[in-house]
């Protein structure tokens, strides 16, 4: 040899001695060191490493080992006729012994060591006698013992065996002459762990079972032992023996690295992750599949943070090894743990990051079905339908009958609007899997949007006969509710005063259903004579198909330009209609006032009110009662209600809605961008509002984190904005609450909650009262100023924004306020939505209406744009087109040319 690095001569010469001694995991310790550090060795020095490396594989049994250890070394060196022996021999004994012959034959082609070529010879010869035999006879034959070196085979019965040699000397002798006693403890071990890697589980556990029993301290059979017990489930026992194993031989890595993983597998997370990171500490580098196994440990326990970590320690050492390697590492491996980062990082609300991982997966496999469902799922969640729907589809035409894909793929078509594609995703999901609760659900849910109310009634009646603690039964009640004033004019009700206000509450809150405390009478069954809504004949009305030309193309208005929100194509429709039915209104109420009208009438009747009744004037509550009525009947999984008609004890004692920035560890894709704005604002008034100490206050403006601000606090906590008030100067109102709470395991909820109390509801009332009355005066005029018009409007959604008097819903129905209440005054927001900016959000960070509407100026500012002529002076009226909720859905699920 060559050798130069005397350190790795060393080395090399210490992993010898410890081959002599039988300690074949030190001696591959050695060597895999001096793969690491190979310095100065020629390539022939490397291919005898990995030779070897290879003797001392077939040693402990580890047949895939040896190959791979016996490729690395052709590779260096074509002509290593060990490596071409000893891969020969683990093909064989795995049970392929074509490839076997394939490799000795491909041996026999290169020049190199006579005394190699005839121990090839040796085994070509025996595998023919092999072949002979089998093919002679139907009775099992034995045979004489035949000596071949570097192996350790047990045939068919414990009579026919090949010899267990050792790794050559520098003159082609061998270092450990005779034969293997078949009753001593070595070969019984070697052939336990043949079994083993056979998958003949049992036959194993006897051989270790009898070994242990006459030689109790051989801890490589326990070992053994405890792998066949994992790999047959049985994993207390595996953890058992394991434990044993390390009693006698405490600082073998492999040992605390399998324990380890028995552990994790028992749901002992925090035992595994010791078990693990032992098994690192023995070793001098970093091991990629103990970092990556740790780190499915903390991903499965919803720790993604330190998942994420000890995934990126993998990839390091998957990435040094694939430079070293020039491209060439394990595959599989590669693809499983990026694959394993996209959905860490996914779950961590960094959606294009994972998208960027689960790349690297499908770089080395294009077909690798996993990594192409959770991409497009990472697509879903940043809000890029077209290429979610795209990879969907991809998955499902590569194993259509994935129930978890169809689930995710119907999730994801549901949210983009496209609810009949949604509705037949589950159909298929359904018929697959027809006990599957989430599939079930979804069906319903489908089924209800389009209006086929019966088959949304049998999803979740099976669904809740099932499980009777599903929520499914609020959409059941609710469906129901719907099919009976399916025909009813939308004049004639409001949902929200004729639904319990117990039963409302308790499905916003998502109640045990099979707990109720209050009283509850269940609506009618279906009733044969409503039939349910039939999309495929609908005929759309000349006066429909004026409308909805105009106000499809309004829907588009709804979109915020912001990660994380789907373009839902029947949410737009539903905005743009509702647009035009909001500005047909408050314009009829305008003309009446300027007395151009004299015909109609500000008078409101009251029975489809959420507020007054009996009949009374036109207000701002009735305004946004239209906007509600839409909203509701697009979207049967929202509980869109009027906070002050929810449960009268709970609304006394401040019923709040919620949404999250951050949520444990995950960023919220949607509204984590504002967390720096509101985490700045918290540090502000928590000086004014937190009566903080001195030293407080130093720690109040150091503070850099949610951890940072809580640990002043010691205790869940919140700060409110405030909001000045128009209606009456100088009075300061409770905006929003900026909350902090500590989640039990991992990180801060961090969110907006917004209290609905009598009286915070009694002043925002005021204010929305106020503001429409300075509405109205400037509309009235003979020609409105379309900046005043613009900055009322504005003002009036702020009120809103920061009042938020619904459960659901809120901040599309303030927007929706704001154009409509322009379009009334032939006026239009030509501007796109700026890329990042949440109207609502804005709103509720701002103490003064003016504040807000500087905020807008630099979208809406410049872009108010006269209409002329305006469209909707010559359009049907929308109510009276869209009187019924059957209307509306025929029309939110239209699916024909509208030319």
């Known amino acids: 040899c060559s050798m130069a690095n005397t350190g790795v001569q060393k080395v090399l010469v210490d992993s010898q001695r410890y081959y002599i001694l039988g300690r074949y995991n030190d001696a591959i310790k050695l060597l895999s060191q001096a793969l690491k550090d190979r310095g100065s060795l020629e390539p022939k020095d490397v291919a005898a490493v990995n030779c070897n490396l290879a003797a001392c594989y077939l040693k402990l049994g580890l047949l895939r080992k040896v190959v791979s250890s016996c490729d690395a070394a052709i590779k260096e060196d074509a002509a290593a006729l060990q490596a071409y022996l000893y891969k020969g021999k683990a093909l064989h004994r795995l049970n ?45 034959q034995q045979s004489n013992n035949i000596k071949v070196k570097g192996d350790t085979t047990v045939c068919e019965n414990s009579h026919r065996h090949l010899k267990d040699g050792t790794a050559e000397g520098d003159d082609g002798k061998e270092t450990s002459g005779a034969f293997l006693d078949p009753s001593s403890s070595e070969f019984q071990v070697a052939r336990g762990f043949l079994l083993v890697n056979e998958g003949n589980y049992q036959e194993a556990i006897d051989v270790f079972n009898a070994t242990l029993q006459l030689h109790p301290m051989t801890y490589k059979a326990y070992v053994g032992r405890g792998t066949a017990y994992a790999m047959t489930r049985q994993l207390l026992k595996a953890d058992a023996d394991f434990t044993h194993a390390l009693t006698v031989e405490p600082n073998e890595m492999e040992i605390w690295k399998r324990r380890g993983q028995v552990r994790a597998a028992l749901g002992q997370e925090n035992q595994a992750i010791q078990d693990l990171s032992q098994a690192q500490s023995i070793c001098k580098d970093l091991d990629l599949d103990i970092q990556k196994e740790i780190g499915l440990i903390y991903q499965a326990s919803g720790d993604n943070v330190s998942a994420l970590k000890h995934f990126k320690r993998a990839e390091k050492v998957l990435l040094a ?51 192409i469902v959770n991409m497009a799922q990472a697509y879903k969640d940043y809000g890029d339908f077209p290429r979610a729907d795209e990879l969907f589809t991809q998955a499902l035409q590569m194993d259509p009958t994935c129930v978890t894909t169809l689930n995710l793929h119907g999730l994801c078509l549901y949210g983009a609007g496209e609810i009949g594609r949604s509705y037949t995703t589950y159909c298929k999901a359904l018929e697959i899997s027809p006990l599957s609760e989430d599939c079930l659900f979804m069906h319903g849910i489908s089924a209800q ?75 009618p069954a279906l009733n044969p004579d409503i039939a349910d809504v039939d999309l495929e004949n609908v005929i ?135 967390w720096e704005k509101a985490f700045v604002l918290m540090k502000d008034l928590m000086t004014d509002q937190c009566d903080p100490s001195p030293q407080q206050l130093e720690q109040i403006k150091a503070a850099k984190t949610p951890h940072d601000l809580y640990t002043i606090r010691s205790h ?15 009075r300061i109102m409770e905006g929003t609450r900026l909350t902090i709470q500590k989640k039990t395991r991992y990180g801060y909820t961090c969110s907006i909650r917004t209290p609905g109390t009598p009286s915070r509801w009694k002043q925002f009332d005021q204010e929305m009262a106020h503001v429409w009355d300075r509405l109205c005066e400037e509309a009235v005029k003979p020609r409105p100023d379309a900046r005043t018009m613009f900055e009322h409007s504005a003002t009036l959604a702020y009120y809103w924004y920061n009042f938020m008097p619904l459960s659901r819903g809120s901040a599309a129905c303030g927007l ?31 103490p003064t209406p003016g504040d807000f509407i500087r905020v807008l100026d630099g979208w809406i500012g410049s872009s108010l744009q006269q209409l002329e002529p305006n469209p909707l002076h010559s359009l049907p009226n929308v109510s009276e087109t869209f009187s019924t909720l059957r209307s509306i859905l025929e029309i939110l699920n239209y699916e024909e040319s509208l030319q």
């Open 96 to 140: 392929k012994p074509q490839q076997a012959r394939q490799v000795w034959e491909a041996a026999l082609t290169r020049y190199g060591d006579f005394q190699v070529l005839s121990d090839i010879l040796d085994c070509m010869e025996h595998l023919e006698q092999q072949d002979k035999s089998s093919h002679s006879s139907d009775q099992p």
């Open 321 to 371: 090894t694939q430079k070293q390697k020039e491209g060439d590492v394990d595959k599989t491996q590669a693809k499983n743990l990026w694959n394993a980062m996209g959905l860490c990082l996914n779950s961590l609300g960094y959606c294009m990051e994972a998208v960027a991982a689960q790349q690297q997966a499908l770089d080395i496999d294009p077909e690798f079905r996993e990594s």
């Open 716 to 730: 869940d906590f919140y700060v409110a904005t405030p909001c000045h008030s128009q209606a009456f100067p100088g």
């Open 816 to 846: 929706l306020s704001l154009h409509a209440l322009l379009l009334a005054i032939d006026v239009q927001i030509t501007a796109p939505m700026p890329y990042g900016l949440q109207v609502d959000w804005e709103a509720i960070f701002l």
């Open 540 to 674: 759309l009305s000349d006066a429909a198909r004026d409308i909805v030309k105009v106000a499809f193309p309004l829907g588009d208005k709804l979109q915020y330009n912001t990660p994380g929100f789907l373009q839902n194509k029947k949410q737009h429709r539903w905005f743009g209609l509702a647009m035009l039915d909001v500005a047909q209104a408050v314009q009829r109420v305008w003309k009446v006032m300027r007395k151009e009208d004299t015909s109609g009438s500000i008078i409101v009747p009251g029975r489809a009110s959420s507020g007054c009744r009996t009949s009374h004037v036109f207000g701002w509550r009735d305004l946004f009662d239209i906007v509600v009525k839409w909203r509701q009947a697009s979207e049967p999984n929202d509980p869109v209600w009027w906070v002050d008609l929810l449960n009268q004890q709970t609304f006394a004692e401040g019923f709040g809605s919620q949404t999250p920035m951050i949520l444990g560890q995950c960023h919220v894709v949607r509204y984590y961008p504002y």
């Open 449 to 523: 949007g389009l209006g086929l109310y019966s088959k949304a009634v049998e999803s979740f009646t099976r669904l809740n006969t099932i499980n009777p603690t599903h929520w499914a039964y609020y959409t059941h009640e609710l469906t129901l509710f719907q099919h009976h004033h399916l025909d009813m004019s939308l004049k004639d009700y409001s949902p929200d005063v004729e639904l319990n206000e117990c039963f409302k509450e308790a499905w916003t809150k998502r109640l045990d259903p099979s707990n109720l405390t209050f009283d509850y009478c269940k609506q």
